[in-house]
């Protein structure tokens, strides 16, 4: 749609509507753009939003850089400056505006932009929202938008050229894999997303483009540029206030102000207007407020807030959708050190989640559909908080939206991870913008819980050697100018952004650290712990590690094989081939996950069995951790395992693949967050058996385990009425030693079996295994299954006569099943579903699908 097409049709339907106002009328440029690198000639289709890698592939320049090694084969492209430009009309009226500007949502990164030939712009920051009055510039009729985006690689080594010290950064910045000059590590000097630049779970694919939308904006005498609804006090009556920025180019008297709580006019006030910026604060109130939970604790109630400033023939008006809550980290001195946790609405709330990751290497693809997928796997699964890490971006307003709705809150970083930085003042004046922009951005979604500083800079300079290196192969000075650098960042810059437009929520410098400056501890503040995986220490150490908050923690698993499939070939199924290698990104990655597998299972009989028992394995340490965390509830108050998503195909710690795939490990994380579980605990004495649950009252129940063989006999029980505490943690039945040894010649064939009642309804059941999976004499379990389906779904109804362990339904399907890599006790009957997907018959799904389970992976005479 052309603008003088936008702006009649807006003209219209003022009329239709009997409206008179004037408004501030917008319109995206994302049509018509073409393409080239600069020393070329031939300009090509391109789209906007976009990057220049995928404008190549859409333009079959380039291979899919996602197969097999083709990633290797596009490192030159982000050697080149590229070269964009568009078209648009502005007709005679819209021409007569007292202001014409031009916005772009987001630019990656360095950029010089002409309008008409005229440069008006230049752009050196991703994060950024820039905006120019372009009224000079414009002209009646025909206008030529045209950008040049300069290499950030070029730009980078330009940079890292021109001071005399060297800035440490983790081997993340693959500077090898990119082949460049020197293998300089360039990507702190950009602000820019690092994991572009690599990262020890992604490719190295450093685009550049318009990777949101461009705005050109039209309008006269005044219009609103931000409005924040801050919240006052919340109890029988909520009080508010609304913060408004208004820009004005005439002064105007008696301008009315008008705030609407669901369409409902609350408030009116009166204010005069002076040239350029205005600032106002209006109180309000919301009289018998319904108040936003996080998900599970209730229902996520959200109030539309218009604010509306009218004058004579114009208005304009901002909306923002709130939840009305009170968000506190309670960081308070005890008997293990200090207290870090969260309250919401004044309830103590364990935090259960993930870190979030870009979804794609190249955001633009980023669809509606993919953030509603993540953050309903997220939902689905029990989360109430998701980490939004710091090497990649903040991310858009679809994400906090659907967070906001579905009681995600949200641990913010900025975007700093693992490396130092620059800290001369221009960076610095750019991050201060970047940090204001961003906080006015994402202010008034209610999910955001807590803006943190960096991620593991503070670790990586005091705890990995960092400091030392620099100041033995440098000098002191060297450090002290890096240091000061990070204290200028974190400990002022950030801190006070925080402080001027969001001071109601907490910042956190770094995580992990212990508090400002300190390093991370088990008794203070929040921590990452990479013993289990980088520190080869046995899952078992997660019962004994535990911190005040647990922030990050992980372990890899490779993708299923139809995620596989999609960028391999069958000469590649080797974890050690060339191609797997390459889809796997940490320096210790296949082996290590080899390694742990064959501490717990038998070696796997096959590549697609390997891939399998991998998810499993993912998946026993992953829930051994959160169940640990849970289980010391008056100690550790928070579980965000690493990661929950892919930005491409790839073994990592994710427990969802690119392709949306749920792991073992995502089926595995929503049995331990949910609201109440039974945890087994194996002391040196026994087995303690506890409760942890979530639900904010008391309740009474009944708790019994039992002693199975395979088959389903009942060797031994024991049983328990318990009074569970709300909001609580306790172990509630113990099983000495001495009592298991007198079945120990039974440990093979038999397991504990625990199941929790509440008012006759079973809502928790556990499984313990006495010895090592390995160990275990498991039988052929004899599933048989049945399909049937209805309108949307496939039924799979499944039977076992023997305990079956890792129940997988597999098979080239682009759905996830309703539940998978479960385990089925002996003679028990399970359904699970999944919507139809790709196989459109009944007969197809029949044919593709296959049951597997444990035994299959190493028995190869089984299957079904």
Known sequence: MKLTQFFFIS???????????????????????????????????????????????????????????????????????????????????????????LEFLGIDTYSKVFLNNQEIMTSDNMFRRYTINCK????????????????????????????????????????????????????????????????????????????????????????????????????????????????SSKEIEKSVFEIFVNDTLVKTEEKSLVINKNTFTIPFEIKNPKLWWPNGMGKQHLYDVKVKISHKNHSDAKSHQIGIRTIELIREKDSIGSSFYFTVNGKPTFMKGANYIPQDIF??????????????????????????????????????????????????????????????????????????????????????????????????????????????????????????????????????????????????????????????????????????????????????????????????????????????????????????????????????????????????????????????????????????????????????????????????????????????????????FEKTIVSFDKKENGVNVFIATDDLANQKGELKVDLLSFDGEVITSWNESVEIKANASKSYLSILKEKLEEFSSQWKTAYLSASLKVGGTTIAKKQHYLVPFKTLDLPEPEITFNVSENDTEYIVSLKTKKLAIGVFASGNFDENFSDNYFTMEPNTEKTITIQKGNFKTLADFKKELKVSSLVDTYNPEVSY
């Open 136 to 247: 000079p510039y414009v002209k009646e009729g025909k206008n030529e938008l045209r950008v040049i985006l300069e290499s950030p690689i070029k730009k980078g080594i330009e940079k890292y050229d021109a001071i005399d010290y060297e800035i440490t950064v983790s081997d993340n910045d693959l500077a090898k894999i990119g082949k460049v000059e020197g293998e300089k590590k360039v990507s702190i000097f950009s602000r820019k997303a690092g994991y572009h630049f690599g990262w020890d779970w992604g490719p190295r694919l450093v685009s550049s483009g318009i990777w949101r939308s461009v705005i050109l904006r039209s309008w006269d005498n005044f219009k609103v540029d931000d409005v924040f609804i801050r919240q006052k006090n919340i109890g029988e009556t909520a009080q508010l206030s609304a913060e408004i920025e208004i820009n």
């Open 11 to 101: 003209a219209i339907l003022m009329l239709l509507t009997g409206c008179k106002e004037s408004i501030v009328k917008e319109m995206k440029l994302d049509q018509n753009w073409t393409f080239k690198k600069t020393n070329d000639t031939l300009w090509k289709n391109a789209t906007v939003p976009g990057t220049v890698h995928t404008d190549l592939l859409a333009n079959k320049d380039i291979e899919n850089p996602f197969y097999r090694l083709n990633e290797h084969d596009v490192q030159w492209i982000d050697k080149s400056d590229w070269e964009y430009k568009t078209s648009f009309e502005v007709s005679k009226e819209d021409f007569s505006k007292e202001n014409i500007e």
């Open 363 to 672: 955001l633009p693809r980023v669809k509606q559909s993919n953030y509603e997928h993540i953050l309903n796997s997220a939902k689905d699964a029990n989360m109430n908080m998701i980490r939004v890490w710091g090497g990649g971006v903040y991310e858009n307003k679809t994400f906090y939206d659907l967070c906001d709705k579905k009681g995600l809150l949200v641990w913010q970083d900025f975007m700093f991870a693992c490396a130092m930085y620059p800290g001369d003042d221009d960076f610095l004046e750019s991050v201060k913008q970047e940090a204001i922009d961003n906080i006015k951005r994402l202010r008034n979604h209610t999910s955001i819980a807590l803006w943190c500083g960096n991620n593991e800079v503070l670790s990586a300079w005091e705890r990995w050697g960092w400091k030392q290196q620099v100041t033995k192969e440098q000098s002191e000075k060297a450090a002290n100018t890096i240091w000061k650098a990070y204290t200028d960042i974190f400990h002022k810059v950030l801190p006070e952004a925080v402080k001027g437009y969001d001071s109601d929520r907490e910042y956190w410098a770094s995580s992990p650290s212990s508090e400002l400056g300190v390093p991370e501890s088990h008794t203070d503040g929040d921590a990452h712990y990479w013993g289990v995986w980088w520190g080869k220490e046995p899952f078992e150490n997660y019962n004994v590690k535990i911190p005040r908050f647990m922030s990050e923690f992980g372990f890899q698993s490779f993708p299923e094989l139809a995620t596989v499939n999609k960028y391999t070939i069958p000469e590649d199924h080797d974890i050690f081939s060339e191609v797997m290698k390459s889809h796997q990104r940490s320096s210790i990655g296949n082996g290590t996950i080899e390694e742990y597998m064959l501490r717990h299972y038998k070696k796997p009989k096959d590549f697609a069995s390997f891939l399998h028992v991998s998810h499993l394995l993912q998946a026993y340490g992953i829930t051994t951790g959160i169940e640990a965390h849970r289980k010391n509830r008056y100690r550790c108050m928070g579980s965000l395992y690493w990661q929950i998503n892919d930005c491409w195909p790839v073994a990592s710690w994710s427990s969802i693949d690119y392709y949306g795939k749920w792991k073992a490990l995502h089926y595995g994380v929503k049995k331990s």
